[in-house]
């Protein structure tokens, strides 16, 4: 079980790294931060709506995309990966820019957003689709995402169940799942 210190600390940490974005500012500064050199990082914890629009609220973070990761099925729909078949975990897609924020903060926060301790299940949401994992797409992710989970272990009592894989295919979700609570006006609090 997670004590409710631990819980307390991992909401302190949330709400430091999802602090509100500055304005959005001029279309050349947006082109430019594009030009920049991105990166990729890849993450299941849970259903993807929230995990979504707490990472498209992170400084730094150009892109976030809900979508399926992991599985052995090409171009899966939300029907065949609720079907538990698929193999296919609910996974975001986050593009961003190294410069305004590092790859440790985004797994930091990854941290925060489930309970990875928790086999296939995620609040009320049970499934392998559920399932916690971190996809990296460089060894250095590999050896951060591997360094941050030995680290995040202080924070539960229980042993963390999150896999930490290689980045397979990404399929995006159905455009009804893109930016869920942003489209919806709803403000995100917690798990979904």
Known sequence: MTTSAQLTKSKNLTAQLTAPKKAKTGSAQKTAAKAS?????????GCFWGV??????MPGVLETMAGYCGGKTKNPTYQDVCSDESGHAEAVQVIFDPKKIDYETLVELF??????TMPNRQGLNYGSQYRSIIFYHSAEQKRRADASRKKAQAMFEMPI??????AKP???AEEYHQKFFLKRNVKFKGVC
Not at 161 to 166: A, R
């Open 52 to 57: 979504e629009e707490s990472y498209r609220q």
């Open 111 to 116: 941290w925060t957003l489930h309970d990875p």
């Open 37 to 45: 050199k991105t990166q990729t990082a890849t993450f299941a914890a």
């Open 161 to 166: 169940v999150t896999s930490i894989e290689p």
């Open 170 to 172: 990404f399929f995006p």
